[in-house]
């Protein structure tokens, strides 16, 4: 059995960070594309920022880029994201995914196969 456990969301102001982790078990992150992304209240899952198998490319969306690192630890198994600067408009659930396509750093959703249940984060004003 796959699961992805996300965690370190939470309430924060504006133009504070916050890391994001995701621990994997049932399969090797270093076998899969990991990728972040986040849907708001009404809004459609978007993508975040993704990595390839051993970190070799990462893609990040133009929302974010600048902003936000994202990193695997293949020992612990864990993936991270590093906001900082964070904005009221990042409020959102973020979820962490893991793909087959190894090779990339994928922004689709539909390139990913196994889903976590997501941590909140809250920027306040």
């Known amino acids: 059995q796959v699961t992805l456990v996300e965690s370190g969301g939470g309430l924060v102001q504006t133009g504070g960070s916050l890391r994001l982790s995701c621990v994997v078990s049932g399969v090797f992150i270093s076998n899969y594309g990991m990728g972040w992304f986040r849907q708001a209240p009404g809004k459609e899952r978007e993508f975040v920022a993704a990595i390839a198998s051993y970190g070799i490319n990462t893609n990040y969306a133009d929302s974010v880029r600048g902003r936000s690192t994202i990193s695997t630890d293949n020992a612990k198994n864990t993936v991270y994201l590093q906001m900082n600067s964070l904005k009221p408009e990042d409020t959102a659930n973020y979820y962490c995914?893991?793909?087959?396509?190894?090779?990339?750093?994928?922004?689709?959703?539909?390139?990913?196969?196994?889903w976590g249940q997501g941590t909140r984060v809250t920027v306040s004003l």
């Open positions: 995914a893991a793909g087959r396509r190894r090779a990339d750093a994928s922004s689709k959703v539909t390139d990913y196969d196994y």
